[in-house]
């Protein structure tokens, strides 16, 4: 199988950029054929960027990034120990075994008899994770003597980047970005919006 890089020569889909920059990524798709809900967001999905005039952009490129890596389900993840003491139906931080950039891993637990984990809901996948790490579910207050209920990561998806994830270039008038976008998070007046056609 070969792979075939970005031909910004020929456009099949073009729209315009009005309402599309945002500092906040919110993963919703911008383009109406990828997104049938009829409630738009920024999200490019490795889209180029024409730019008509001369100025600043800032971008997140398409696939950032490393630090956005989260867990989204319970399959990301096997029960190492089940823990006890602790309380069912609120929502828990976690503690990471190789902390890094990032935020930490929310869940919501279900608990058994002596507060044992018997099932774990990701309410927010955090962020900046790398499989093989080990979350300890974190509760302050529970007995002396309880046992940490453990979680291996053994899968990582790519989750929302962050507008300081974006990278600057100072186009041309009449150019495409050298490379393929996510997300647009900033334009530098006098340079505006409408200056820029999104291409596919």
Do not use: H
Request: charged share 15%; proline share 4%.
């Amino acid at each position: 199988m070969s792979k075939f890089p970005i031909d910004t020569g020929i456009a099949g889909k073009a729209m315009a950029a009005t309402g599309i920059v945002s500092l906040t990524p919110n993963g919703i798709p911008a383009w109406p054929f990828e997104n049938q809900t009829g409630t738009y967001g920024n999200l490019l999905n490795s889209s180029v960027i024409w730019c008509g005039a001369t100025g600043i952009i800032n971008v997140i490129p398409a696939g950032t990034s490393k630090a956005s890596l989260e867990v989204k389900t319970n399959a990301d993840f096997t029960i190492l120990t089940a823990g006890t003491g602790y309380t069912g139906n609120i929502v828990l931080g976690t503690l990471d075994s190789n902390p890094r950039s990032g935020t930490l891993v929310q869940v919501r637990l279900t608990v058994g008899a002596g507060g044992v984990v018997t099932a774990v809901e990701v309410t927010d996948g955090g962020s900046g994770l790398q499989v093989g790490d080990v979350l300890t579910v974190d509760e302050a207050g529970r007995a002396a003597g309880s046992l940490d209920c453990t979680l291996k990561i053994t899968k990582v998806q790519r989750g929302i980047p962050t507008s300081d994830e974006s990278v600057e270039f100072k186009v041309v008038a009449g150019q495409f970005l050298p490379l393929a976008v996510d997300y647009i998070t900033n334009v530098t007046a006098p340079f505006v919006e409408a200056d820029l056609v999104i291409c596919k």
